[in-house]
C-alpha cells in the first residue's frame, strides 16, 4: 500500500540545493503489488534535450537546467531513499541533500557514466551515510512500498490481510540482511536498476555485482523459507 503523500519539493535554486535469481525475486516482490513499475529515470524528456546536454549548459553556468534534471528525476531518487530509508521525511531530505551535493559537484561530473548512474551513487552514499549515523538500519524496517499505491481494491478481503502479512514478513527479512545485500536487493529487485548501472555505482565488475546478488538473494531466501513453509503446512 502506498504513502498517500505527495512527493517532496526539491529546491532547484541555486542557494539550496542464477539458481535463486530473477525468477525467485519476481515471485516474491510481484506478489506484494499488483502494479509494480519501473522506476527508472528518463534520459529524455519533452523537448529532445537529454541528461548530458542539460549537464553540459549547467557546466557552462545555465543553472535553470538543473531544474530540469531535478522534475526527471526525483522521483526515482525519493523511492529509492524511501526503500532505503523506511522514512517518508528522512527520504525528502536525504534527496535535497543528494540533489543539492549532485549540484556543487556537477563541474566534476566528467560523463564517465551517465548522469543517472552517477546521481544514484550521490544518492547512496548519503542514505548510507545517514542509515549508520542513526543506525537505522537497526531501528526500521526498509521499505518495500513506494510512493504509487498498490492497486489491491479488487483483492478478496482475506487475501488483502495475507499480502499484508507476506509484506511484513519479507520486510522483516530484507531488514536482518547485511546493509550492502539489502541495498543491492532493493537496487537490482525494486528499483530494476540495469547491471550495468549497478556495476558503474558499486565500481565492481558486472560479474561482481551479479555473484553479490545472488548472496544477497540466497541470504533472504534463507531467512523467507520457514515463512513459506509454514504456510505451506496444512493447520
Given at each position: 500500500?502506498?504513502?498517500?503523500?505527495?512527493?517532496?519539493?526539491?529546491?532547484?535554486?541555486?542557494?539550496?540545493?542464477?539458481?535463486?535469481?530473477?525468477?525467485?525475486?519476481?515471485?516474491?516482490?510481484?506478489?506484494?503489488?499488483?502494479?509494480?513499475?519501473s522506476n527508472k529515470s528518463e534520459a529524455i524528456v519533452s523537448g529532445?534535450?537529454?541528461?548530458a546536454e542539460c549537464v553540459r549548459r549547467l557546466?557552462?553556468?545555465?543553472?535553470?537546467?538543473?531544474?530540469?534534471?531535478?522534475?526527471?528525476?526525483?522521483?526515482?531518487?525519493?523511492?529509492?531513499?524511501?526503500?532505503?530509508?523506511?522514512?517518508?521525511?528522512?527520504?525528502a531530505e536525504v534527496s535535497q541533500e543528494a540533489f543539492l551535493s549532485a549540484y556543487r559537484s556537477i563541474?566534476?561530473?566528467?560523463?564517465?557514466?551517465?548522469?543517472?548512474?552517477?546521481?544514484?551513487?550521490?544518492?547512496?552514499?548519503?542514505?548510507?551515510?545517514?542509515?549508520?549515523?542513526?543506525?537505522?538500519?537497526?531501528?526500521?524496517?526498509?521499505?518495500?512500498?513506494?510512493?504509487?499505491?498498490?492497486?489491491?481494491?479488487?483483492?478478496?478481503?482475506?487475501?488483502?490481510?495475507?499480502?499484508?502479512?507476506?509484506?511484513?514478513?519479507?520486510?522483516a527479512a530484507l531488514n536482518s540482511l547485511e546493509a550492502d545485500d539489502a541495498t543491492i536487493i532493493l537496487l537490482r529487485d525494486l528499483q530494476d536498476v540495469p547491471y550495468e548501472t549497478l556495476a558503474d555505482m558499486l565500481k565492481i565488475p558486472i560479474g561482481t555485482v551479479k555473484s553479490r546478488l545472488h548472496r544477497a538473494r540466497r541470504a533472504l531466501k534463507a531467512r523467507l523459507t520457514p515463512y513459506f513453509k509454514a504456510k505451506r503446512t496444512p493447520k
Open positions: 500500500m502506498g504513502l498517500g503523500r505527495p512527493l517532496p519539493e526539491i529546491n532547484t535554486g541555486p542557494d539550496s540545493l542464477a539458481s535463486i535469481g530473477t525468477g525467485y525475486m519476481e515471485q516474491i516482490f510481484g506478489n506484494l503489488f499488483l502494479n509494480k513499475q529532445g534535450i537529454s541528461d557546466q557552462r553556468g545555465d543553472t535553470e537546467f538543473f531544474a530540469t534534471l531535478v522534475e526527471r528525476h526525483q522521483k526515482t531518487i525519493f523511492n529509492l531513499l524511501y526503500h532505503m530509508l523506511g522514512d517518508y521525511d528522512d527520504a563541474k566534476s561530473f566528467r560523463g564517465d557514466a551517465s548522469f543517472s548512474t552517477w546521481l544514484y551513487r550521490i544518492a547512496v552514499n548519503h542514505a548510507n551515510t545517514r542509515r549508520k549515523s542513526a543506525a537505522l538500519w537497526q531501528q526500521r524496517m526498509a521499505r518495500l512500498e513506494s510512493m504509487e499505491p498498490a492497486d489491491d481494491g479488487g483483492l478478496d478481503p482475506a487475501d488483502a490481510v495475507e499480502r499484508t502479512e507476506m509484506r511484513e514478513h519479507v520486510q
